[in-house]
């Protein structure tokens, strides 16, 4: 059974930190890309930034120099460390897994339930 679980999110002041962690099982981790989403009610899911299988990233214009992805493969985990939180990146943030796209955030196969993170001024 494909399970993602995230944890860490919360509310935070803006300016602020906040580290996102998912859990990940069911799967061959290490074999998948992985991303992270986000989605404000009312809008389209949006990508936040990738890790490939190599250990590539990508990210959204939105958060380059404030967000860092990284993954463990031997823990399944993937992490995302969040500084210099803005108002505007206030949303419910996804884990997912799928495949890798030159360039591009993943194309997601399985998708975790979500982190709210809410940031206030």
């Known amino acids: 059974q494909v399970q993602l679980v995230e944890s860490g999110g919360g509310s935070v002041q803006s300016g602020g930190s906040l580290r996102l962690s998912c859990v990940v099982s069911?799967?061959?981790?290490?074999?998948?890309?992985m991303a992270w989403f986000r989605q404000v009610p009312g809008k389209k899911r949006e990508g936040v930034g990738g890790?490939?299988?190599?250990?590539?990233?990508i990210y959204a214009d939105s958060v380059k120099g404030r967000f860092t992805i990284s993954r463990d493969n031997a823990k399944n985990t993937l992490v995302m460390q969040m500084n210099s939180l803005k108002r505007e990146d206030t949303a419910m943030y996804y884990c997912?897994?799928?495949?890798?796209?030159?360039?591009?955030?993943?194309?997601?196969?399985?998708w975790g339930q979500g982190t709210q993170v809410t940031v206030s001024s």
């Open positions: 890790i490939d299988r190599d250990g590539s990233t």
């Open positions: 069911g799967f061959v981790y290490s074999r998948y890309c």
């Open positions: 997912a897994a799928g495949s890798g796209r030159s360039g591009r955030i993943c194309d997601p196969y399985y």
